[in-house]
Nanobody
Framework: VQLQASGGGLVQAGGSLRLSCAAS????????VGWFRQAPGKARELAAA????????YYHDSVKGRFTISRDNAKNTVYLQMNSLKPEDTAVYYC?????????????????????WGQGTQVTVSS
């Protein structure tokens, strides 16, 4: 599976962005997807994740109520809607995917649990 992340940019605090992760190759409907982010000098962290059919989702405490992960398996695309953005959301955002043959409800909260990675898209939130 090849992943292409897009949608990043520069936005003022309180604004919104929608990131997209487009997949090609493989059976995307059997892949859990995570959106990770890495700020300068900080460790990569999982911002949000979705199981392969979207039934199970995860949000980091810092983004709960502001970010929404969704997916359209017919379009092989996962989205991250980011509202009420804060300067501390500034980071490079990466989408990652993991194939699960038999589980539609599982996702990993660890970067090591993902096999495929997109190239990253920069999100900068100005104060």
């Amino acid at each position: 599976v090849q992943l292409q992340a897009s949608g990043g940019g520069l936005v003022q605090a309180g604004g919104s962005l929608r990131l997209s992760c487009a997949a090609s190759g493989g059976t995307f409907s059997r892949h859990a997807v995570g959106w990770f982010r890495q700020a300068p000098g900080k460790a990569r962290e999982l911002a949000a994740a979705s199981s392969s059919r979207g039934a199970s989702t995860y949000y980091h405490d810092s983004v709960k109520g502001r970010f929404t992960i969704s997916r359209d398996n017919a379009k092989n695309t996962v989205y991250l809607q980011m509202n009420s953005l804060k300067p501390e959301d500034t980071a490079v955002y990466y989408c990652a995917a993991k194939y699960y043959a038999y589980s539609y409800n599982y996702y990993s909260t660890s970067a090591a649990g993902y096999d495929y990675w997109g190239q990253g898209t920069q999100v900068t939130v100005s104060s």
